[in-house]
Every structure is written in C-alpha cells, then in structure tokens.
C-alpha cells in the first residue's frame, strides 16, 4: 500500500536541449525589467548567449546583469539587493550554477522584502521569510546541487563562527526551471565530478532517509540510474550530449527528493565544514560520500534484524553490480564498494588539502546534525569519519 506523503510544490519545468534559446518567449512582454545574475564569466561560453541576449533586447526588455563567483555570502545577497531595489525589476534569471541559482533565489526574495537577509535564516534569523518574491528563473549551466527544483537559498559565512544556511520557504521554489543539458557541455572534469557527486549524494541520501516517501523513492531510483549510467561518460567525455543530459535530469530531480524527504549525514558535514572551512560544497559531498556510506553499511550489518534500510542498500548494490542473486549483505557491501571506486575514480580532492587538520575534527562533529540518517553515530565515529578524508 502506497503510504500518505506531502509534495512541495514545483516549478514550471522545460527540460531539453535548446530549451535556453526559448528564454525570451517565456519570459514574455509582461515582465520588461530584468535581473540576470550570473557567475563570473562562464556565461559567455554559451553558444546561444549573444542570440538570446540580443532578442531579449529586441523585444524591448531592460536588462540588468549582476555577478557571483563564489558561494554566496549574507553579504553578498545584501549588497546586490541594495543595488536593484529601486530599479523596478520585475522578474530575476539566474544562469549558472548552483551558487548563482541560490543567490538569485534570494535576491528575488529579499527585493520585495525589507532588512537584511540574515534576518530571515534558519537558525540565526529572528523572523520566517513571508514568501514574497519577484518571478525567478532558474537555469543551471552544471549539474550538481538541483537548486533550480527546490524552495531554498543556501546562504553562508566562512570562519571560525561561520555558518551555513537556508532561506527557505515553498514559494521561493523558481517559478520556471529552464533545464538545458547543452549548457552543462562547456563543464570542465572536475566540476563534472563535484557537481555530479553532490547530486547522487542527494538521490542517495533522499532515498535512505527517515523522511523519504514512495514519491520519493521512485524519483530517487530514477535519478541514481542515470547517474550510474551517466557520471564517469560525463566526467571522461564532456561532449557526450547523451551523458549530459543524464546527469542534469539526475540533478533536477535530486532538488525534488531533498526538498521532499531531507539528507543524511554527508549534507551534515556539507554544512558544518562549509561555515567554518572555504570548501567547494561539491567537494565535501564526493569526498566524505563513501566513508559515510561504509559506515552506513558496517552498522546496518551489525543488527540482528534487517529493515527497510536493508533493503533500500541491497537494491542499490544490485543495481550498480547487475548481478543476480546474491544475498543482500553482499549487494550492501558492494553498493559500499562502489562509492568508494567512483570516489577514486572521479580523482575527488580531501578534506586536508582545503586547510582542515586533524585539530578540527571534533569541533566539526559537535556542529554536524545528522537526524534523517539511515543510522545515528556518536561523537567519535564522525571523527573518525572525517579523519579518513584529510
């Protein structure tokens, strides 16, 4: 029996190749001021740019263009909103990354809202964002973090009192997601590689978490084939337009599952590490990926009854070997086995090389929630955790 679940709501989803080059009919005459966010020059490696541009233009739309290069700041929200406040926009397109979709679904927040962004954030904020915005678009250019399907900003401040977090609320969801693999193609390895481990982290810890759903799981499942199918081909052939598109199918619908049934222990770290180290987030995600997972699976092992998460580990190592009948301990300890291989083979960089020491290590464990889990860990195991990765 399908059991009850809740469903966020989602954007208008265009998904295809050339999809981009339909971004003025969809933006259409109604909205004539806008604010293109975008990073710092990678925009321009789009074939199709000049054309859209200049039809943008044709069509009598007044075009703003702002900036990011890094994950984004308070700050950066703060200043960039003061900039464009008073110049009427009435609609905000992000194109880039998962940085940029994050920062131009705050700003398109905080622009019909007054004070600074901090003010509204999970856990250091002091009021709940009402939901106002201006129309956003978001349109990744890499396939990582699914910003463009989820109802959160990811805001952060790096140091020794840093901190990670969201702006959140379900109407802050994009209200159109232009999902165009062609633009992913320009995506050098490494960015393959951290942007696609941070979304099967995604699938994978949506799938496993005490929040999932048969919603859920069925798009998690999805999701995992194709990055299964897709990442390595990706990361060793960036022109394979058939691996492309894979991977930010896999990436859209991994914003679905995280927004619907939460992460587990790696987005955890993802958060600690990001306020208190200047750590791609991708990163952290691929490094720590396979470790979390091993420990994952040793500790499900040692139970003496098996249950759902059993199960959900076994498919998945089914799944990656296509091997038929073998027992379920051997396909989790393969699943465990291939995180740890893909880990390798995506040559994914360490916590150490990013300046975390093995000084840091509990200190990052006390500030790591981990509650939608598969499996609950002391203080001493995340340690243990993390000092594999330095």
Same mark, same amino acid.
């Given at each position: 029996m399908v059991g009850s679940f809740k469903l966020l709501r989602l954007p208008l989803i265009l998904f295809g190749n050339g999809q981009f080059k339909r971004l003025p009919e969809h933006i259409g005459p109604q909205r004539q001021n806008l604010l293109?966010?975008?990073?710092s020059t990678s925009y321009r490696q789009i074939r199709e740019w000049d054309e859209v541009f200049s039809k943008l233009q044709s069509h009598g739309h007044t075009l703003h263009i702002g900036q990011i290069g890094h994950e984004p700041s308070p700050d950066d929200i703060d200043s960039l909103t003061a900039i464009y406040r008073n110049a009427a926009i009435d609609s905000v397109i992000a194109i880039g990354g998962g940085s940029v979709m994050d920062a131009g679904?705050?700003?398109?927040?905080?622009l019909v809202t007054e004070g600074p962004v901090t003010d509204y954030l999970e856990g250091v904020g002091k009021y709940k964002h009402p939901g106002t915005k201006v129309f956003f678009t978001a349109i990744p250019t890499t396939s990582g973090t699914g910003s463009e399907t989820t109802a959160n900003a990811v805001l952060s401040i790096t140091g020794a009192n840093g901190f990670k977090r969201s702006l959140r609320h379900e109407n802050l969801v994009p209200d159109l997601a232009l999902v165009d693999p062609a633009l992913t193609l320009s995506c050098p390895p490494s960015i393959t590689a951290a942007g696609g481990m941070d979304a099967f982290t995604q699938l994978v810890e949506s799938y496993l978490s005490t929040k999932s759903n048969d919603y859920t799981d069925a798009l998690a499942v999805e999701g995992i084939t194709h990055i299964h199918k897709s990442l390595l081909r990706a990361f060793t052939n960036g022109n394979d337009m058939e691996a492309r598109a894979g991977m930010s199918y896999a990436a859209m619908l991994s914003g679905i599952t995280l927004s619907n049934a939460g992460l587990g222990l790696v987005h955890g770290f993802a958060? *600690?590490?990001g306020g208190f180290f200047n750590i791609p987030h991708g990163l952290i995600g691929g490094t720590l990926m396979g470790t979390v997972n091993r420990y994952n699976v040793n500790a499900l092992l040692q139970q003496s009854d098996q249950g759902p998460f059993h199960h959900k580990y076994a498919r998945l190592g089914e799944m990656? *070997?296509?091997i038929q009948q073998k027992s379920a301990s051997w396909?989790?300890?393969?699943?465990a086995d291939y995180f740890d291989q893909l880990t390798a083979q995506l040559n994914i960089g360490r916590l150490g090389e990013y300046g975390v020491t093995e000084a840091d290590l509990e200190r990052i464990a006390l500030h790591t929630d981990h509650k939608a889990n598969p499996v609950q860990f002391g203080t001493a195991d995340l340690?243990?955790?993390?000092k594999t990765r330095l």
């Open positions: 293109l966010l975008t990073g679904k705050a700003i398109s927040a905080m958060s *600690s590490l990656f *070997s296509g396909y989790m300890q393969f699943a340690v243990d955790m993390l």
